[in-house]
């Protein structure tokens, strides 16, 4: 179980519960009254757990690492002759083996094809050299690693049964609401066929744990070993995995977390397919569109994902996409947020060519955009170049910047690449907006108001242009060193 370290109280909610749905019902609440006050809590969830339990597995996984030599402890090296060390160092090392040993760990997981296809989590079984899946009958099989997904945390095993095995199917994640039961069969502390039961307590969180955040929140009991077990709705289907806590003593304190059942399936029918996942690609990096950026921009309200890059290559760049705009929605979607559209984009097939809506210049525009396959993009390495002699800054007045030409002495003191084209900014006032918004010295503006600039005029003559348009913010496009660019508004009004 991952543990992000951000009781009695499961058994007085069920009782309170009860006791409210009593008082409701008694009071005589009409039968075509909201459905919150006709509903009971489940009796029992004994049957359930009998039908499912036979698909839940335990993982078991076993790693060979290499453990390094030990220094003895308060003799620093060097300072002892070699054969006094070996004399410490074998009285040493009898209680502290050298040498490789063999690491174990336990998870959860659950059978979804009779012919032994197996669902964990990725961390699971990253990294190890020999996997067993024990089943609720006391039978072990061995287990071959089909495909993982580290960015969604989940793998793909395959065993060989010598008969049909009981499995379970994947559910609609989308249709659960916040207060729905749920039912977390798995493997706490390596206690095989452990039931819990609780609530959905919230839905579409973001726990940095990957690029693909959209995990179901539940109070069902959930600890270290329940990691790749499943989550079940009260008709039998899976509606999540479970992945991580966040607890400050390791276990559980009513706060878990599991990758929704759509997102799962999805990972499940590529790896099972392909070995691997194949997520479509726009080619663009975006941000935030906050309150500044939404008011440089024209924009009525911050949504949207605001593009600060675009690949040359890549698909974006194909279909006339520019940094500046903002994608608002995605083939028939809306994009209310930004972190939202990289799982929009990655659920879409590769090859298919969608209708993407932008904010350009005041207004909205459709282009449309045949997507590519996502692949690992390498970042291009400064070069070095011989110094010269800096060029004056120039000051920004009202901004708290004093800006400068880009000379090959600042590439190779700030790292920037050959590629970088703008204006530096050779210094920053200590109690200036900018500074506050994280722009220092060797950043370098690479636009204005989505208009590129050369010279420290430049940068000044948007300023003034967007003072006229009598906004109170100009939007700059900033790099830091061979970073990606991000956009920073500034407020340039009196």
């Given at each position: 179980?991952?543990?992000?370290?951000?009781?009695?109280?499961?058994?007085?909610g069920?009782?309170?519960?009860?006791?409210?749905?009593?008082?409701?019902?008694?009071?005589?609440?009409?039968?075509?009254?909201?459905?919150?006050?006709?509903?009971?809590?489940?009796?029992?969830?004994?049957?359930?757990?009998?039908?499912?339990?036979?698909?839940?597995?335990?993982?078991?996984t076993?790693?060979?690492?290499?453990?390094?030599?030990?220094?003895?402890?308060?003799?620093?090296?060097?300072?002892?002759?070699?054969d006094?060390?070996?004399?410490?160092?074998?009285?040493?090392?009898?209680?502290?083996?050298?040498?490789?040993?063999?690491?174990?760990?336990?998870?959860?997981?659950?059978?979804?094809?009779?012919?032994?296809?197996?669902?964990?989590?990725?961390?699971?079984?990253?990294?190890?050299?020999?996997?067993?899946?024990?089943?609720?009958?006391?039978?072990?099989?061995?287990?071959?690693?089909?495909?993982?997904d580290?960015?969604?945390?989940?793998?793909?095993?395959?065993?060989?049964?010598?008969?049909?095995?009981?499995?379970?199917?994947?559910?609609?994640?989308?249709?659960?609401?916040?207060?729905?039961?749920?039912?977390?069969?798995?493997?706490?502390?390596?206690?095989?066929?452990s039931?819990?039961?609780?609530?959905v307590?919230?839905?579409?969180?973001?726990?940095?744990?990957?690029?693909?955040?959209?995990?179901?929140?539940?109070?069902?009991?959930?600890?270290?070993?329940?990691?790749?077990?499943?989550?079940?709705?009260?008709?039998?289907?899976?509606?999540?995995?479970?992945?991580?806590?966040?607890?400050?003593?390791?276990?559980?304190?009513?706060?878990?977390?599991?990758?929704?059942?759509?997102?799962?399936?999805?990972?499940?029918?590529q790896?099972?397919?392909?070995?691997?996942?194949?997520?479509?690609?726009?080619?663009?990096?975006?941000q935030?569109?906050?309150?500044?950026?939404?008011?440089?921009?024209?924009?009525?309200?911050?949504?949207?994902?605001?593009?600060?890059?675009?690949?040359?290559?890549?698909?974006a760049?194909?279909?006339?996409?520019?940094?500046?705009?903002?994608?608002?929605?995605?083939?028939?979607?809306?994009?209310?947020?930004?972190?939202?559209?990289?799982?929009?984009?990655?659920?879409?097939?590769?090859?298919?060519?969608?209708?993407?809506?932008?904010?350009?210049?005041?207004?909205?525009?459709?282009?449309?955009?045949?997507?590519g396959?996502?692949?690992?993009?390498?970042?291009?390495?400064?070069?070095?170049?011989?110094?010269?002699?800096?060029?004056?800054?120039?000051?920004?007045?009202?901004?708290?910047?004093?800006?400068?030409?880009?000379?090959?002495?600042?590439?190779?003191?700030?790292?920037?690449?050959e590629?970088?084209?703008?204006?530096?900014?050779?210094?920053?006032?200590?109690?200036?907006?900018?500074a506050?918004?994280?722009?220092?010295?060797?950043?370098?503006?690479?636009?204005?108001?989505?208009?590129?600039?050369?010279?420290?005029?430049?940068?000044?003559?948007?300023?003034?242009?967007?003072?006229?348009?009598?906004?109170?913010?100009?939007?700059?496009?900033?790099?830091?060193?061979?970073?990606?660019?991000?956009?920073?508004?500034?407020?340039v009004?009196d």
């Amino acid at each position: 179980m991952l543990d992000l370290r951000i009781g009695a109280a499961a058994g007085r909610g069920l009782a309170a519960a009860a006791v409210l749905a009593a008082a409701l019902l008694g009071a005589g609440v009409p039968a075509g009254g909201p459905a919150w006050a006709q509903s009971r809590a489940p009796e029992t969830f004994a049957d359930l757990a009998e039908k499912l339990s036979p698909a839940v597995v335990n993982i078991s996984t076993s790693q060979t690492v290499d453990q390094p030599d030990r220094e003895i402890p308060g003799i620093p090296p060097g300072t002892l002759p070699e054969d006094f060390r070996d004399l410490f160092r074998d009285f040493f090392e009898r209680g502290f083996p050298q040498g490789p040993r063999e690491v174990q760990s336990l998870g959860s997981g659950f059978v979804v094809s009779p012919e032994g296809f197996v669902v964990t989590n990725n961390h699971v079984i990253e990294d190890a050299d020999e996997i067993t899946v024990n089943f609720s009958d006391g039978k072990s099989l061995p287990a071959e690693l089909i495909g993982n997904d580290p960015k969604t945390d989940i793998a793909l095993l395959k065993v060989e049964p010598t008969a049909p095995l009981t499995f379970v199917e994947f559910g609609d994640s989308d249709a659960i609401r916040v207060g729905d039961w749920v039912l977390a069969i798995g493997n706490p502390f390596g206690l095989g066929g452990s039931v819990s039961a609780g609530i959905v307590s919230a839905r579409n969180r973001d726990i940095n744990a990957g690029p693909y955040d959209d995990f179901i929140q539940t109070d069902a009991a959930i600890n270290r070993g329940n990691s790749g077990g499943p989550l079940f709705n009260m008709g039998g289907k899976v509606i999540g995995v479970n992945t991580a806590i966040i607890s400050p003593t390791g276990g559980s304190v009513g706060i878990g977390f599991s990758v929704p059942s759509n997102i799962v399936a999805n990972v499940v029918a590529q790896l099972r397919e392909h070995g691997q996942t194949r997520r479509g690609w726009l080619g663009v990096h975006i941000q935030t569109v906050s309150d500044e950026i939404a008011e440089a921009l024209g924009l009525e309200s911050a949504k949207g994902a605001l593009v600060s890059d675009v690949a040359p290559d890549g698909p974006a760049a194909a279909a006339g996409i520019k940094a500046g705009d903002v994608i608002v929605n995605f083939d028939g979607r809306d994009v209310t947020e930004m972190r939202s559209l990289p799982r929009m984009v990655a659920d879409t097939p590769v090859g298919k060519s969608v209708r993407v809506v932008i904010f350009r210049d005041g207004k909205t525009q459709t282009v449309k955009v045949e997507l590519g396959l996502l692949e690992e993009q390498a970042d291009a390495a400064p070069g070095i170049v011989e110094p010269d002699e800096p060029a004056p800054a120039t000051e920004l007045a009202g901004v708290g910047l004093r800006l400068a030409p880009i000379t090959d002495v600042a590439r190779q003191q700030y790292g920037l690449p050959e590629s970088v084209e703008g204006v530096l900014v050779a210094e920053v006032a200590r109690d200036s907006e900018a500074a506050r918004k994280g722009i220092a010295p060797g950043d370098v503006i690479i636009e204005v108001q989505q208009t590129p600039v050369a010279t420290p005029a430049d940068v000044a003559d948007r300023v003034e242009d967007a003072k006229a348009a009598g906004r109170k913010s100009a939007l700059f496009l900033i790099q830091t060193g061979a970073d990606m660019p991000r956009f920073v508004p500034l407020a340039v009004g009196d």
